[in-house]
């Protein structure tokens, strides 16, 4: 029986993203009683291999590829992935799982998400709109010269969002987060005028933290429980916790945001990594 064709102007099925990168946060667990039955060449053995595998310059790894480890009791290492190939990504942690210490590195959690330009972006016209609500005349030769220069700075910024480069900051955290959805305060209930007002106002408050703190959010929706998740780097421990709670007086975040478990980690290379969890 012939299948019937799919029109010849659709596009051909792939798992690549149009534009952007698929990302992966992936956590584990020591298993000491796990590692303890290892002899010592396996152990030797598992450490060089999963080290190679998570070198992010090697020649088979996923365009960003980043190990931390992390404090508290929920995991001991972290991996983050991303690239326009969610199978190169997957390939990563299948080889740990084969390697000869992937038994003793269980997997404890794990956020599939998507890079994204967000629609509360501005555009140039929109941008310019909002320095005349703050105050700056179409005549005023400042509004021109910040326009201008938001208009160069905006290609740079979307091309961060879409193809990120991680900062060379020492400390990390990701948190899963929705925008709350009841009766009481419903994001997607209020008019788009609305949430972009709230955007822009929390926006500010990061913008504060430049240089101190460097932040990603990834896209979730249908790919994840939550709606997005949030990565910071910060520059000092005390610069993450800084943040987090500034922003959380903002409305968007005091009226409308739902958290999930906060990851704190501190990057390192994945030689130093596997030794500091004496594996």
């Known amino acids: 029986m012939n299948r019937p064709h799919a029109p010849a102007n659709l596009p051909a099925p792939t798992v690549c993203m149009s534009e952007g990168w698929h990302c992966l946060h992936q956590y584990y667990k020591v298993d000491q009683a796990a590692l303890m039955e290892l ?27 980043q190990t931390s480890v992390v404090s508290g ?26 390697s000869a210490i992937g038994s003793a590195l269980k997997p404890t959690y794990s956020f599939v998400s998507i890079t994204e330009i967000s629609e509360y972006v501005p555009s140039i016209e929109q941008y310019g709109d909002r320095l005349k609500r703050e105050g700056t005349a179409e005549t005023d030769p400042a509004f021109e010269a910040k326009l201008n220069a938001y ?36 994001w997607y209930t209020e008019p788009f005028s609305s949430r972009v007002e709230l955007m822009a106002e929390h926006a500010t ?55 999930g478990p906060f990851y704190v980690s501190y990057v390192s290379s994945p030689e130093d990594a596997m030794a500091h969890l004496q594996i």
């Open 39 to 65: 002899s010592d060449s396996q152990r030797s053995e598992g450490r060089e291999y999963v080290a190679q595998i998570l070198n992010a310059s090697g020649e088979q790894s996923p365009s960003r590829l």
């Open 73 to 98: 009791h929920r995991a001991d290492l972290g991996v983050m992935i991303m690239d326009p190939d969610p199978l190169k990504i997957d390939r990563v942690t299948q080889e740990i799982r084969n």
């Open 151 to 186: 208009r160069q700075r905006l290609p740079t910024m979307n091309n961060q969002r879409l193809y990120p480069d991680f900062p060379p900051f020492p400390v990390m955290t990701f948190y899963p987060m929705n925008k709350a959805r009841h009766p009481v305060a419903n």
């Open 205 to 259: 408050t990061g913008i504060r933290f430049a240089g101190r703190v460097s932040q990603l959010i990834t896209a979730s929706t249908g790919f994840d429980d939550w709606e997005w998740g949030v990565t910071l780097w910060g520059r000092a421990p005390e610069h993450i916790k800084e943040i987090v709670y500034s922003m959380r007086f903002d409305r968007a975040s005091a009226i409308y945001a739902e958290f």
